[in-house]
């Protein structure tokens, strides 16, 4: 029975990946098929930038509005590395699925997830996943339920059964849409405090949000709390992520530690069209093409000949031209020309 609900839900998320929907959306319709197996009263999931895993789109199942400290909280837990099952480390499992009763019970009972963010909603219990295929993660989630009705071991190796199937599809909304190299009426640069609560921005920075937040209202809260977040605890001070914003255009969201005096706790966020290299590597990956075949793609597109590639890359023309080939078939096109159109529409 569970085989067989299994394989009819990898068959439904198939069709979705094609049906031209926003990952938003498509991750709302993935829902409601994972509900009619795994039944619960919220969900709370998310696109993510492969390289990074940082949050880059929040579909919550039914919608509710995310309150700005739920926000704070949730960022910084997940980057804490004290949380059982953060998403980084289901990342990296080969059963990227878990239930939070499954942790050591000493982390349990001092989650701040649990603690602070499910119980005053209600809920106790939660499976959570991190969405992966062919080793990168393309979106993570988690479905929570009231006390006393923990999920059951068949309901978790349902949500695992899928995983595969939510990434590929999550991987194919990133292929169709968006564009790269739309400018702003001035530099967006927005100014927050340690936790990603507001201080100023630019005049375009602060035109930024509002059309983003009238668009989606609260997307962009979660997303500038985890990346202040990630600035924080950065070794670096900055971290970065790429995502499609209100036009529909690929941006890269950058925040970094200021050095200050006044105040040396203070995140600097910045928001700049996506450069042609941001793009193109990330299309590829939705593609499933390989870092090596990437390497050859991003001088092709850039205009290099075969032999100029090849020089580049201390590789044979031939082995270029194998390369190629296999581009050209995971991306769907017959021809230089036809991949440039592709990945630069």
């Known amino acids: 029975m569970w085989e067989g609900r299994a394989a009819r839900a990898r068959g439904d998320i198939a069709e979705l990946a094609t049906s031209g929907l926003g990952v938003a959306e498509m991750h709302r319709a993935v829902l409601d098929v994972v509900a009619r197996s795994v039944p619960f009263e919220q969900a709370c999931w998310s696109a993510v930038d492969p390289d990074t895993l940082m949050m880059t789109s929040i579909t919550n199942w039914p919608p509710w509005p995310v309150p700005l400290e739920f926000s704070v909280a949730f960022a910084e837990s997940e980057l804490t590395g004290a949380e059982p099952n953060s998403f980084a ?28 963010l499910l119980r005053p909603q209600g809920l106790e219990h939660e499976l959570r996943a991190a ?43 990133m292929r169709s849409g968006g564009r790269a190299g739309v400018r702003a009426a001035g530099p967006v640069i927005i100014l927050c405090g340690p936790d ?6 630019t005049a375009a ?46 941006v890269v969201v950058q925040a970094s530690r200021l050095i200050s005096d ?26 499933g093409v390989s870092p090596r075949e990437r390497d050859v793609c991003l001088d092709l597109v850039s205009g290099s000949s075969t032999a100029q590639i090849a020089a580049h890359l201390h590789l044979s023309p031939h082995t270029v031209h194998d390369h190629m080939k296999s581009i050209y078939g995971k991306v769907g096109v017959g021809s230089r020309s036809e991949l440039v159109a592709r990945l630069l529409p």
């Open 89 to 116: 480390n289901l990342a990296t499992r080969d059963a990227p699925t878990a239930r939070l009763s499954d942790a050591p019970h000493r982390d349990v009972v001092r989650s701040v997830r649990l603690n602070d």
């Open 131 to 173: 969405f992966t295929v062919d080793g990168a993660t393309w979106a993570v989630g988690g479905v929570f339920r009231e006390p006393g009705a923990d999920f059951s071991d068949r309901e978790v190796e349902f949500l695992g059964s899928i995983v595969t199937a939510v990434a590929a599809a999550t991987r194919v909304t």
């Open 196 to 201: 990603g609560e507001f201080h100023a921005a």
């Open 205 to 250: 920075g602060a035109e930024w949000l509002a059309a983003l937040d009238d668009a989606e209202p609260g997307r962009f809260d979660l997303v500038l709390h985890a990346v202040a977040a990630g600035a924080r605890r950065s070794r670096a001070g900055t971290v970065r992520l790429r995502m499609r914003d209100v036009n529909d255009d690929w």
């Open 262 to 287: 006044d105040d040396p706790q203070r995140i600097v966020i910045t928001v700049d069209p996506a450069a042609l290299h941001d793009l193109v590597d990330l299309l590829l990956s939705a593609y």
